[in-house]
């Protein structure tokens, strides 16, 4: 999963919703919210997140939580990208400076 790459970038946004925390997800209540990813690219998600040790399986049940892990790299992930998106203000300028602060 690349934090920085916009097809990915819907999916992140679908594992940060809340219910996900809750109820755990699977690959069908994945697939709704984007509408872009077939079952099979999913599938493979999901085998590379537990692979890294970001999601974990509920046994006997097609369901996955995100590990603490998960859960630390996701939300660093989400800052990071939002950094990206919002370059941080400009201070003000030379000239401002001597308008606003004389020497």
């Known amino acids: 999963m690349n ?3 916009a097809a990915d970038q819907s999916l992140i946004e679908t594992l ?6 809750l ?3 699977q690959n069908k209540s994945l697939r709704a ?13 999901f085998k590379s997140l537990r ?5 974990k399986k509920v046994g006997h049940t097609y ?24 370059p941080p203000a400009r ?4 000239a401002l400076i001597h308008v606003f602060c004389p020497i």
Do not use: D, M, W
């Not at 940060?16 to 925390?21: D, K, M, P, Q």
């Not at 692979?51 to 999601?55: I, K």
């Open 16 to 21: 940060a919703r809340g219910e996900f925390n």
């Open 23 to 25: 109820r755990g997800f």
């Open 91 to 94: 201070t003000c300028t030379v």
């Open 51 to 55: 692979l890294h040790g970001l999601a």
């Open 63 to 86: 369901r996955y939580y995100l590990t603490s892990l998960g859960k630390y790299h996701h939300h660093h992930g989400i800052e990071t990208q939002e950094s990206r998106s919002h």
């Open 33 to 45: 919210h984007p509408r872009e990813k077939t079952s099979r690219q999913v599938s493979r998600l």
């Open 3 to 5: 934090f920085f790459s």
